[in-house]
């Protein structure tokens, strides 16, 4: 999240619960069947018009009138959310726990991070057993690890002061890598010292060990992707970097650059290395670029496609765009093929990535022709919360209990996923 200004609190609180309501009570409590996305027609015309996206259909929401929310994490029934710099006088300290076995999101309690401005990431392992948060600003930056013993009253593990995390982690990815799980943090660079990617080994929790540390991105390294011991890199203007943890010759430890790629336009945010169950494919980059914004009212940045079928030169083939809003964070349902990409001001856009996504008519290929997912049909549904108020939504999470949106004006919302 790296926006530019931040204007006073649009939203009332009691407006947005009013609205809520009404809309639930119209659906009979919520309890709405999942949207049904339509196919593309069949068309004879030289040009195909692309079919009008659908809209996801909304369930419920948890209000947040007091802080901007930040990311959201969801595991089983229960959701966390975090809340990024100060609103109203409010700092950004504090992590929100969801009961979401009903289709109404109720908040149950709520952490407070030591001297945090923003707890941006929000992860749980995927044991169920760790939570980690990443804390900003200078000089109390650093991570946050609690045990989820209880996963609706977690208990500080540790909350990591000084170091080379002091000046801030922005984003802290958590995985596991040959049997042993690491936290990946994203540190802000300062006073001189540039950004670097720390990975902390987790196998104590309560005492998280330094094994690799490299500055890296310009001007910063923003986010990672970790998957089948593959570490995908976003270097912002750097673009994005493939390096071997463990699937070759390469370790955590000791990462071996396979190759990189400069996306267009740069700003690389955020990266999902994509898994095709149906094709076995594993070709395809989602690369998000966050452009300039403001809260509440405006964003810009698209998603890129990189072919990365040779890890050692992967390139660029599709992109997506929504005029006057740009993504932040996304999170794909790889089983039924659907990309969730948080679009702030845009709200959440749904994206049909199944099968091939680098081969488009003339027609359908931007001027310096890359694909145009929107022209292909991919797009394929959004979503804005309910009662037509404002949003601007940081982050999305599928998983096995639903869609969930974390939207830093308005709270938590909950929505039916796309399906096929």
């Known amino acids: 999240m790296r926006l530019l200004s931040l204007p006073p609190t649009p939203v009332v609180p009691t407006l947005i619960a009013t609205v809520a309501a009404i809309v639930l009570s119209a659906c009979g409590?919520?309890?709405?069947?999942?949207?049904?996305?339509?196919?593309?027609?069949?068309?004879?015309?030289?040009?195909?018009?692309?079919?009008?996206?659908?809209?996801?259909?909304?369930?419920?929401?948890?209000?947040?009138?007091?802080?901007?929310?930040?990311?959201?994490?969801?595991?089983?029934?229960?959701?966390?959310?975090?809340?990024?710099?100060?609103?109203?006088?409010?700092?950004?300290?504090?992590?929100?726990?969801?009961?979401v076995s009903a289709n109404q999101p109720r908040l149950v309690d709520s952490v407070i991070v030591a001297n945090a401005t923003t707890t941006g990431d929000v992860q749980v392992s995927d044991d169920g057993s760790l939570m980690v948060v990443a804390i900003e600003s200078n000089p109390n930056g650093g991570v946050a690890i609690y045990s989820m013993a209880n996963p609706r009253a977690p208990q500080l593990l540790v909350r990591t002061t000084g170091g080379e995390l002091q000046n801030g982690v922005h984003t802290a990815e958590v995985a596991r890598v040959n049997g042993v799980l690491y936290a990946f943090c994203a540190v802000n660079q300062a006073n001189g010292v540039a950004s670097r990617l720390v990975v902390l080994?987790?196998?104590?929790?309560?005492?998280?060990?330094?094994?690799?540390?490299?500055?890296?991105?310009?001007?910063?390294?923003?986010?990672?992707?970790?998957?089948?011991?593959?570490?995908?890199?976003?270097?912002?203007?750097?673009?994005?970097?493939?390096?071997?943890i463990g699937a070759q010759s390469g370790t955590v430890a000791a990462p071996r650059l396979l190759g990189r790629v400069r996306t267009v336009g740069g700003q690389a945010h955020n990266v999902w290395w994509l898994h095709d169950p149906g094709t076995q494919s594993k070709k395809y980059l989602l690369v998000g670029q966050e452009g300039p914004g403001a809260i509440g009212s405006s964003s810009a940045g698209d998603v890129h496609v990189v072919d990365i079928s040779t890890l050692t030169a992967p390139v660029e083939v599709a992109v997506y765009s929504v005029t006057g809003a740009g993504t932040h964070n996304f999170s794909v349902d790889e089983a039924q093929g659907f990309a969730y990409a948080a679009y702030y001001n845009g709200g959440v856009r749904v994206l049909d990535v199944r099968g091939d996504l680098s081969t488009c008519t003339a027609v359908q290929k931007t001027t310096d022709g890359r694909c145009d997912l929107a022209k292909m049909s991919r797009e394929r549904a959004s979503y804005a919360g309910a009662g037509?108020?404002?949003?601007?939504?940081?982050?999305?999470?599928?998983?096995?209990?639903?869609?969930?949106?974390?939207?830093?004006l308005n709270g938590l919302w909950r929505a039916a996923p796309a399906v096929r």
């Open 29 to 99: 409590g919520g309890e709405s069947a999942p949207t049904q996305v339509t196919k593309p027609a069949d068309t004879t015309a030289t040009v195909p018009v692309p079919p009008t996206p659908g809209v996801l259909t909304h369930i419920g929401q948890g209000a947040v009138p007091e802080r901007y929310t930040a990311e959201v994490w969801v595991r089983g029934t229960t959701a966390y959310t975090t809340s990024w710099g100060t609103r109203a006088g409010t700092r950004g300290n504090a992590v929100k726990i969801w009961d």
């Open 201 to 244: 080994d987790l196998s104590t929790p309560s005492a998280p060990r330094t094994v690799w540390s490299q500055a890296m991105g310009s001007p910063f390294v923003h986010d990672v992707s970790v998957r089948d011991g593959l570490l995908f890199t976003a270097e912002w203007n750097n673009g994005v970097g493939i390096w071997d």
């Open 388 to 408: 037509g108020v404002p949003v601007f939504v940081w982050g999305v999470h599928w998983s096995a209990s639903g869609l969930f949106a974390s939207d830093m």
